[in-house]
């Protein structure tokens, strides 16, 4: 895929801005708009303009992992919040609130369950990461399929007997 | 608590992603975690038996305003037959998946997903819960039912993911307008709050979701997806969608309409006939069918026809016997797609022109088919005698004469259809398909996966105990039937005391 030289120098600069305000997103969700599940759509459109600037190389090389390891990372703080608090004698999910005064910042809520909220960011911008290395080396180069579905060559006789190699 | 078959799942499919390049390790937290779901599924059916009900409210906030678990009888007898099935289906597809679909294409943590949103389905205390743990289900069945990609899965699956698109839209439609006419989506207060509506609204609500889950069952006449799209999966995946699925649209079914639109006095006229027609469209659809996969295909239809006679009946016994009923097919209509599957893996075709010969390649399969095909007709001593005569029994008590002449000409029908397998591919000359591709002479006897078989004889014998225990079996299905029939124990588990329904 060619890259566009405007399309990724304003991403250059659009992209950390996009991602503080997914992560603003996160930690808001509690008691506003916003939370896990939305601010990892987010994120997940800053990739997809990273993606459009600058191809799969471009995400790889933010994002130095394989996208099963993204993903399963986030699905299992998610789900370790939720046991952790089933380990301490209460109900799946139930969170804990730690209240902290710093000085200037007046105050600050820590809800454990942030942690879960954090696990949905991570599952989310994993799975965007999955369909643009999937689909996305795709369209890179329409000559190779897309590697999920490739199948190994099969060798097989035709009707009249002769050797035919299937792909 | 009850919350773990829910929870553990997922946790090891989080582990299962993060181990993708260790084989090994990937097959070892499958097993284990399908394993420690039976566990647990057995302690909570214990502890559900004796409680009525167990109640969980996730993160504390109490019911009707946070997220209510709640395992009573009938859904802890699901559980626990699901959770049985997925290890076996599991140790079968250890043995029958290639690398490519079980590891690069992630079998592994899909299928825990697909575990995780089978035991929510069945644990949920609201309906909006449903939907998300039917959509998680669902989900991990679409990549499940198009793993590897072929042309054939790829036309099947756009099938199976359009209708159950529409199917899940409708259903997320369905608990808006509830919950725009009741203010609530929990199911114990939806019990209470429904018997207050108008009849005519609380009526349009039920067929809206009947029609829901309907499609999911695959009842008449919404069953057109099924047959045609099963087939085309794996042989485990297909045989597990076939056992399990289905029958998660028709435990929902049955939940439903028991603790949020019981009929008020008698039977269902409308369940009734839909049942009929179910079963006689499924096993003339099958009749008419030339593959093995397809043939057991319709018969799902058509059994899921007696499981909705039970329903539609609406006595303790009617629903004691479709309860016992979903058990016994579960068992036995996954142990014939394992049969047929190992047919088919061994000998290159499930097409019936194309086999025979196996009762003589392979006399084990003739077996495991024969006592499993038996049990699927109702013949005595299999379970399947057992759960059809007690709806027949009570169908007959009920004086309902025409359901019941249309379930035992149905049984006949099946016989029949399972005869034609049993022509088709276990006798007369053996073929062998692969034989013919290859060019080479192949030996008689079949060569036959240790793993797989394995498997499919736990089932079989699984099924065999089943209609062994007929009577302990049977008097839980009761104690199961007697919370759904009286949904007080259910509504005061989760709500409290103090509530209570309209008759």
């Given at each position: 895929?060619?890259?566009?030289?405007?399309?990724?120098?304003?991403?250059?600069?659009?992209?950390?801005?996009?991602?503080v305000?997914?992560?603003?997103?996160?930690?808001?969700?509690?008691?506003?708009?916003?939370?896990?599940?939305?601010?990892?759509?987010?994120?997940?459109?800053?990739?997809?303009?990273?993606?459009?600037?600058?191809?799969?190389?471009?995400?790889?090389?933010?994002?130095?992992?394989?996208?099963?390891?993204?993903?399963?990372?986030?699905?299992?703080?998610a789900?370790?919040?939720?046991?952790?608090?089933?380990?301490?004698?209460?109900?799946?999910?139930?969170?804990?609130?730690?209240?902290?005064?710093?000085?200037?910042?007046?105050?600050?809520?820590?809800?454990t369950?942030?942690?879960?909220?954090?696990?949905?960011?991570?599952?989310?911008?994993?799975?965007?990461?999955?369909?643009?290395?999937?689909?996305g080396?795709?369209?890179?180069?329409?000559?190779?399929?897309p590697?999920?579905?490739?199948?190994?060559?099969?060798?097989?006789r035709?009707?009249?007997?002769?050797?035919?190699?299937?792909? | 608590?009850?919350?773990?078959?829910i929870?553990?799942?997922?946790?090891?499919?989080?582990?299962?992603?993060?181990?993708?390049?260790?084989?090994?390790?990937?097959?070892?937290?499958?097993?284990?975690?399908?394993?420690?779901v039976?566990?647990?599924?057995?302690?909570i059916?214990?502890?559900?038996?004796?409680?009525?009900?167990?109640?969980?409210?996730?993160?504390?906030?109490?019911a009707?305003?946070?997220?209510?678990?709640?395992?009573?009888?009938?859904?802890?007898?699901?559980?626990?037959i699901?959770?049985?099935?997925?290890?076996?289906?599991?140790?079968?597809?250890?043995?029958?998946?290639?690398?490519?679909?079980?590891?690069?294409?992630?079998f592994?943590?899909?299928?825990?997903?697909?575990?995780?949103?089978?035991?929510?389905?069945f644990?949920?205390?609201?309906l909006?819960?449903?939907?998300?743990?039917?959509?998680?289900?669902?989900?991990?069945?679409?990549?499940?039912?198009?793993?590897?990609?072929?042309?054939?899965?790829?036309?099947?699956?756009?099938?199976?993911?359009?209708?159950?698109?529409?199917?899940?839209?409708?259903?997320?439609?369905?608990?808006?307008?509830?919950?725009?006419?009741?203010?609530?989506?929990?199911?114990?207060?939806?019990?209470?709050?429904?018997?207050?509506?108008?009849?005519?609204?609380?009526?349009?609500?039920?067929?809206?979701?009947?029609?829901?889950?309907?499609?999911?069952?695959?009842?008449?006449?919404?069953?057109?997806?099924?047959?045609?799209?099963?087939?085309a999966?794996?042989?485990?995946?297909?045989?597990?969608f076939?056992?399990?699925l289905t029958?998660?649209?028709?435990?929902?079914?049955?939940?439903?309409?028991?603790?949020?639109?019981?009929?008020?006095?008698?039977?269902?006229?409308?369940?009734?006939?839909?049942?009929?027609?179910?079963?006689?469209?499924?096993?003339?659809g099958?009749?008419?069918?030339?593959?093995?996969?397809?043939?057991?295909?319709?018969?799902?239809?058509?059994?899921?026809?007696?499981?909705?006679?039970?329903?539609?009946?609406?006595?303790?016994?009617?629903?004691?016997?479709?309860?016992?009923?979903?058990?016994?097919?579960?068992?036995?209509?996954?142990?014939?797609?394992?049969?047929?599957?190992?047919?088919?893996t061994?000998?290159?075709?499930?097409?019936?022109?194309?086999?025979?010969?196996?009762?003589?390649?392979?006399?084990?399969?003739?077996?495991?088919?024969?006592?499993?095909?038996?049990?699927?007709?109702g013949?005595?001593?299999?379970?399947?005698?057992?759960?059809?005569?007690?709806?027949?029994?009570?169908?007959?008590?009920?004086?309902?004469?025409?359901?019941?002449?249309?379930?035992?000409?149905?049984?006949?029908?099946?016989?029949?259809?399972?005869?034609?397998?049993?022509g088709?591919?276990?006798?007369?000359?053996?073929?062998?398909?692969?034989?013919?591709?290859?060019?080479?002479?192949?030996?008689?006897?079949?060569?036959l996966?240790?793993?797989?078989?394995?498997?499919?004889t736990?089932?079989?014998?699984?099924?065999?105990v089943?209609?062994?225990?007929?009577?302990?079996?049977?008097?839980?299905?009761?104690?199961?039937?007697?919370?759904?029939v009286?949904?007080?124990p259910?509504?005061?588990?989760?709500?409290g005391?103090?509530?209570?329904?309209?008759?």
């Open positions: 895929m060619r890259s566009s030289l405007i399309l990724d120098t304003v991403t250059r600069g659009a992209f950390p801005l996009v991602l305000f997914s992560l603003y997103l996160l930690f808001v969700g509690h008691n506003a708009p916003g939370g896990g599940f939305v601010g990892g759509l987010t994120a997940g459109a800053a990739f997809v303009l990273l993606y459009a600037g600058g191809g799969i190389q471009r995400v790889h090389e933010v994002v130095p992992m394989r996208y099963e390891n993204v993903l399963g990372a986030g699905l299992l703080l789900g370790v919040t939720g046991l952790g608090s089933l380990v301490l004698g209460e109900p799946f999910l139930s969170s804990a609130i730690v209240k902290w005064h710093p000085p200037l910042l007046g105050e600050i809520k820590l809800v369950v942030l942690f879960f909220d954090i696990g949905v960011y991570v599952i989310v911008v994993g799975m965007v990461i999955a369909l643009l290395t999937v689909l080396a795709y369209g890179d180069d329409p000559d190779r399929m590697s999920m579905v490739d199948r190994p060559a099969t060798t097989r035709d009707r009249r007997g002769i050797r035919r190699t299937r792909q | 608590m009850i919350v773990l078959p929870a553990v799942p997922l946790v090891a499919a989080a582990l299962s992603l993060l181990l993708s390049r260790w084989r090994t390790a990937q097959r070892a937290i499958s097993v284990l975690t399908c394993v420690a039976v566990v647990l599924a057995t302690v059916l214990f502890e559900a038996d004796a409680n009525t009900a167990i109640v969980s409210q996730l993160g504390g906030w109490p009707p305003f946070g997220i209510t678990l709640i395992a009573d009888r009938f859904a802890a007898i699901m559980l626990l699901s959770s049985i099935m997925t290890v076996v289906v599991l140790v079968y597809a250890l043995g029958q998946l290639d690398d490519e679909r079980e590891f690069r294409l992630h592994h943590p899909v299928y825990l997903v697909l575990s995780a949103g089978i035991s929510a389905s644990l949920t205390g609201d909006f819960n449903l939907f998300v743990a039917f959509e998680v289900m669902l989900i991990a069945s679409y990549v499940l039912i198009t793993l590897g990609a072929t042309r054939g899965q790829i036309r099947a699956g756009m099938t199976y993911v359009v209708i159950n698109l529409l199917a899940s839209t409708l259903f997320v439609a369905a608990v808006a307008f509830i919950y725009a006419a009741t203010g609530t989506v929990n199911m114990a207060q939806l019990a209470i709050r429904l018997a207050e509506l108008p009849d005519g609204l609380r009526t349009a609500l039920g067929y809206l979701l009947l029609v829901v889950f309907g499609v999911k069952a695959g009842i008449f006449p919404l069953f057109f997806w099924l047959p045609d799209s099963y087939p999966a794996p042989a485990p995946v297909t045989a597990l076939a056992g399990l029958k998660v649209g028709v435990y929902t079914l049955i939940r439903t309409q028991t603790l949020l639109f019981p009929p008020g006095g008698g039977s269902s006229q409308v369940i009734l006939i839909i049942a009929g027609a179910t079963m006689l469209i499924g096993v003339l099958a009749i008419a069918q030339n593959d093995i996969k397809r043939i057991l295909s319709f018969h799902i239809i058509s059994q899921i026809g007696y499981m909705i006679f039970g329903l539609g009946l609406f006595t303790l016994a009617g629903i004691a016997g479709a309860v016992y009923y979903i058990v016994h097919h579960i068992v036995v209509k996954t142990s014939l797609f394992l049969v047929g599957g190992m047919i088919e061994a000998s290159g075709s499930g097409t019936l022109r194309n086999l025979g010969g196996v009762a003589r390649r392979a006399p084990v399969l003739g077996l495991l088919f024969l006592t499993a095909a038996f049990s699927l007709a013949l005595p001593p299999f379970s399947g005698f057992v759960a059809k005569l007690a709806l027949i029994q009570e169908g007959l008590d009920l004086q309902r004469g025409g359901i019941v002449a249309v379930s035992l000409l149905v049984s006949l029908l099946t016989l029949f259809s399972m005869t034609k397998i049993w088709g591919a276990f006798w007369g000359k053996p073929q062998d398909v692969k034989g013919v591709i290859d060019g080479t002479e192949r030996p008689l006897t079949m060569k996966n240790p793993l797989m078989l394995g498997a499919t736990v089932l079989v014998g699984l099924s065999v089943i209609s062994v225990a007929a009577t302990p079996l049977y008097a839980l299905s009761e104690r199961a039937a007697e919370t759904l009286d949904r007080q259910y509504i005061e588990a989760v709500l005391p103090d509530q209570v329904a309209l008759p």
